[in-house]
């Protein structure tokens, strides 16, 4: 049924300028919308329509690109890159749902816009938790002390490149690939504050090691776990893509390395101790991690939930703290341990923790999942699926093709796509598409969760123009993890 104020047509002065235009829009949608939502009022809801080859499809696939062009163009523009794609999702599902509202079924649109932002809530509360841990960390100095450590063992940078590329690939096998890149990117920071050519390759090779080391763990990236979770691959044989992945790691890293500096970091004659509660925040950082994963396998929880629960980890620790620290006597003449200073303790309040998050990448992590939300709904997607899948012998193609659009997508949301086909392909390919949907991510700064990540956490340093010119490698190091697994997992094809 039409909107009523479209009927008394001498009224329409009266609205609103946002009814008045939600109101057009919800007219040409129903005259000039596809057959099925003309017939929806009469047979009653019809399932999500496909949108694909509707004037609101177009523009959405439109403003999408445009946006996603301003996004990757924040350097020349200095235009935030949230501010666009932000934009874009919110024009891309008001089409949508003057789509749907026109056709008379307005509950769809907003079932739908509601479970892509569930998916965006539990990853920015995971970000958030994991964000407040590193704020008090390096408040507390933890990653100074790391980096004089590291210094003080005499590494060049050429070493500590290689150090915290392996670093980053291990520990993302067991936890995910964004809070392994902003932990590896605290150090580097650390590290490389006269070198900042040493700081941009080697978040490049962080954003490349996290991508590749959580590829062949069930449980170190969302692609792994979905494939697990669905049944597709055994849990072992996950393990058989370590190899591939770590030639994908590998290759780009020795390219990179060759233009190192040569020298070694300035030498830091003094030690600087780790100040009062850091010793115990980074034990309460790994036991969140913990407690998340515990969520999610044994709860079946998301992990935001544990992630939360670690937050009050850190409140309460705070609170002790700063009851601690007010009740020492305010001795102007008393001197800290010189191996426990006791800093601003006073001050550690985690609510001005998490008033220093980076909201511009939030914010674009938003703008980016709820348009890609709003593109599957309007059914480009589940199109692009059933094209890459129709014909068995371009399986091959099809999931490489996957992993490059990682690159641009979410790599979860293209896995979820792949899952729902469900195409009957063999457990070497499922293997192949882990790999391709895990690894592809690297191709771009803003293609991977790590690589977002680190573009807030480094800003001056690392950039989406600077992992742009390291592309042709990683590119190569894509293609010849492809190769390595089909020379070492031919037995499952």
Known sequence: MLPLPLFRLHHWRELPPMRLLFTILAACALFVGVPELC???????????????????????LIFFLAYFLAMAEEVTELRKSKPMVFAASVIWGLIAAVYVGGGMPEQAGMAFRASLLTYAELLLFILVSMTYLNAMEDLDVFEALGCWLLGRGYSYRQLFWLTGILAFMISSVCNNLTTALLMGAVVMALGKDCPRFVTLSCINIVVAANAGGSFSPFGDITTLLIWQKGKVPFVDFFNLLIPSI???????TCMFLFLPRHHPTAVDKRIPIKTGGRPVIVLFLLTIITAVCFENFLSLPPAAGMMAGLTYLKFYSFYLQKKTASRSPDPDEVAPPDEPIGDAETFDIFKKVSRLEWDTLLFFYGIMLSMGGLSFIGYLERISRFLYADPERTTFANILVGIASAFIDNGTIMLAVLTMDPKISEGQWLLVTLTAGVGGSLLAIGSAAGVGLLGQTKGYYSFGAHLKWGPVILLGYFASIGAHFLINQSHF
Not at 39 to 61: F, I, K, M, S
Not at 247 to 253: E, T, V, Y
């Open 39 to 61: 017939l929806a009022g009469e047979h009653g809801p019809v399932g999500p329509l496909d949108l694909t080859r509707h004037w609101a499809g177009y523009l959405a696939v």
């Open 247 to 253: 030639i994908n790691f590998a290759l780009p890293a």
